[in-house]
Structures are given as structure tokens and as C-alpha cells.
T-cell receptor, first 115, second 114 residues
Framework: AQTVTQSQPEMSVQEAETVTLSCTYD???????LFWYKQPPSRQMILVIR??????QNATENRFSVNFQKAAKSFSLKISDSQLGDAAMYFC????????????FGEGTQLTVNP | KAGVTQTPRYLIKTRGQQVTLSCSPI?????VSWYQQTPGQGLQFLFE???????NKGNFPGRFSGRQFSNSRSEMNVSTLELGDSALYLC?????????????FGPGTRLLVL
């Protein structure tokens, strides 16, 4: 079975500053994928960034980057130059080859961006 | 391309009733997955349909069922509604449902059971 844990229920950051959201996971499979999804108040989940476990290089998408520590089973999200529009619930999710489209989600971290 | 659409957006039902929710995936996507989101349990996987067949199933009672049509549109049905079924129901589509594919989520259907 897979598990995903987000230990920070809430985080806040000042506009233009950097914030890091934590995520740890557990799986016995070697072929898996990690995702960060953003859910704004409108409720529509949007993919922020993804990481393939077999890739050592950390994924980057504009202001969003991850720190993927495979041995520690850690997958943190760094948001640089935070903007008011980044305020949302952020979910870490795990998918494995055997689970297909079935994602296991963490509890979520509510990010507040202060002007 | 149009995104994933879900109808209706909001529903109010009473205990014992049944409800049907609809999900239209992105054009060309053949895999549709359903999730239940509640404050207490978070996001939980219900089931996945691919080519009109249920391919994957979560740990929900048989009151929760679904189907997929030849155009990949999917419906989810909940019978004998309970208060605990109040939740946001999200569907997500992807090309073929492989783990490495990005899943695109719809805006959700908010179900309130009274």
C-alpha cells in the first residue's frame, strides 16, 4: 500500500518570498511518479509539477521546483517569488505503475500568501 | 481543447435517495477516475473506467457505482444516500490511465445530503 504524508496543515508566506511545502511518501514499488496539485478556492485541481522517480534531476516549472530525495522518500515543493494567486490548498500525490491512474493523496497544505 | 466538465455542480439530496453525477473528459481521453473529497478523509479514490470497463476500484461500498459510455463520458451513481456521502466528487481524465500521465481534474460536484 502507498501512503503520502503532508505534515504542515497550514503555511503562510509573504508576497515575493519563498516557501517550501513538505511531503513524505512510502511505497514498495520502484516505478512511481510524484505530483503536486494545487486546489484554489474554485476547487478545480491543477497540476503544478511532476517528478518521475527514475529521474535524479529535480523537476522545475517556472517559479515552482521540487527537492526529490528518493532515499529519504521526501518530495518537497518550493515556490519562489510567491504571488497572491499562489494561495490555495496544495496536495502531494503518488502514482505507481501498478496503481495506474489511481493516485494516493496527502492531507494537503493550505498556503496563505500575505501582501 | 475543452477541459473536464462535471454536471451538476451542486446537488442537495435527502437520506435514502439516489444520485447520478456526470463527467465529460477531455476529448481523446479514454480514462476517467472518480475521487471523493471530504474534510475528514481527504481525497479518496473511488474507481476508474477505461474503454467502458471498470479497471480499478477503491474501498467504497457497493452503493457507489459507475459506468462509462462509448464516448468516454462517465457517470457515477450513489444509491441509498447517507449523511456521510456529503462531499465534493471530483473526476479526472487522462489519455489511457497510465501512472505517468497527467490527470486533468474537473471542477467537481458538491453533494449535500440532508
Amino acid at each position: 500500500a502507498q501512503t503520502v504524508t503532508q505534515s504542515q496543515p497550514e503555511m503562510s508566506v509573504q508576497e515575493a518570498e519563498t516557501v517550501t511545502l513538505s511531503c513524505t511518501y512510502d511505497t514498495s514499488e520502484s516505478d512511481y511518479y510524484l505530483f503536486w496539485y494545487k486546489q484554489p478556492p474554485s476547487r478545480q485541481m491543477i497540476l503544478v509539477i511532476r517528478q518521475e522517480a527514475y529521474k535524479q534531476q529535480n523537476a522545475t516549472e517556472n517559479r515552482f521546483s521540487v527537492n526529490f530525495q528518493k532515499a529519504a522518500k521526501s518530495f518537497s515543493l518550493k515556490i519562489s517569488d510567491s504571488q497572491l494567486g499562489d494561495a490555495a490548498m496544495y496536495f502531494c500525490a503518488l502514482g505507481t505503475w501498478t496503481s495506474g491512474s489511481r493516485l494516493t493523496f496527502g492531507e494537503g497544505t493550505q498556503l496563505t500568501v500575505n501582501p | 481543447k475543452a477541459g473536464v466538465t462535471q454536471t451538476p455542480r451542486y446537488l442537495i439530496k435527502t437520506r435514502g435517495q439516489q444520485v447520478t453525477l456526470s463527467c465529460s473528459p477531455i476529448s481523446g481521453h479514454r480514462s476517467v477516475s472518480w475521487y471523493q473529497q471530504t474534510p475528514g478523509q481527504g481525497l479518496q479514490f473511488l474507481f476508474e473506467y477505461f474503454s467502458e470497463t471498470q479497471r480499478n476500484k477503491g474501498n467504497f461500498p457497493g452503493r457507489f457505482s459507475g459506468r462509462q459510455f462509448s464516448n468516454s463520458r462517465s457517470e457515477m451513481n450513489v444509491s441509498t444516500l447517507e449523511l456521510g456521502d456529503s462531499a465534493l466528487y471530483l473526476c479526472a481524465s487522462s489519455l489511457t490511465g497510465l501512472a505517468q500521465e497527467t490527470q486533468y481534474f474537473g471542477p467537481g460536484t458538491r453533494l449535500l445530503v440532508l
